[in-house]
């Protein structure tokens, strides 16, 4: 199994819609969970951190279950600016290096 | 000014010519990192370094070595760069006290 799965997607999506995806991690002694939005060609830029009570900012919600070794993000109202590829991550040990996944790519469509 | 800068932006090299990739950053931070992407590979990690005299391979360090000159700059070096080293190579840094890792803008390498 690979330490951080994602569904690469393509996710297509219509404007104004509710998406939301996953991503498992293998390691459960794993501390640290991140989501990293990338846009084509840039780098990634730190989206918003994972929380064991689960954490919203704006239409942004990420919740981590730990039982089932996933944490997911879900976007309400997505806008067009919302098409990048979000990228999972994932470390054992605060200021470990991290694990990245390979990313699911979001298509908002209008 | 941007927190970390790559330089060159863009780079087309030939096969068998050494070629160095530059980073530099301002955020002050000892851990400095270099990954490539390649489509449908995800980031993969070339080399870290936690402080000036740290310096250890990830998990794609063959064909590629790694200079830490201060703790601002880091250099990737290929070598002989060769035509399957065509990738988008970031530099990135990180703060063990703060989540995240903040990354440059990437340069893209075309091996011919």
């Known amino acids: 199994r690979k330490e951080v799965e994602q569904d690469p997607g393509p996710f297509n999506v219509p404007e104004g819609a509710t998406v939301a995806f996953n991503c498992t991690y293998s390691?459960?002694?794993?501390?640290?969970f991140f989501w990293y939005r990338q846009d084509c060609r840039k780098e990634p830029k730190l989206l918003m951190s994972v929380y064991s009570s689960g954490n919203e900012d704006g239409r942004f919600t990420a919740q981590l279950n730990r039982a089932s070794q996933y944490i997911s993000l879900l976007i309400r109202d997505s806008k067009l600016s919302d098409s990048a590829t979000y990228l999972c991550?994932?470390?054992?040990?605060?200021?470990?290096?991290?694990?990245f996944g390979k990313g699911t790519r979001l298509h908002i469509l209008p | 000014d941007a927190d970390v800068t790559q330089t060159p932006r863009n780079r087309i090299t030939k096969t068998g010519k050494r070629i160095m990739l530059e980073c530099s950053q301002t955020k002050g931070h000892d851990r400095m990192y270099w990954y490539r992407q390649d489509p449908g590979l995800g980031l993969r990690l070339i080399y870290y370094?936690?402080?000036?005299?740290?310096?250890n391979k990830g998990e794609i360090s063959d064909g590629y070595s790694v200079s830490r000159q201060a703790q601002a700059k880091f250099s990737l070096s290929l070598e002989s760069a060769i035509p399957n080293q065509t990738a988008l190579y970031f530099c990135?840094?990180?703060?063990?006290?703060?989540?995240?890792?903040?990354f440059g803008s990437g340069t893209r390498l075309t091996v011919v």
């Open positions: 390691n459960s002694a794993s501390q640290s």
């Open positions: 990135a840094t990180s703060d063990p006290r703060v989540n995240g890792y903040t």
């Open positions: 991550v994932v470390n054992k040990l605060q200021g470990d290096k991290i694990i």
């Open positions: 370094s936690f402080d000036v005299k740290d310096i």
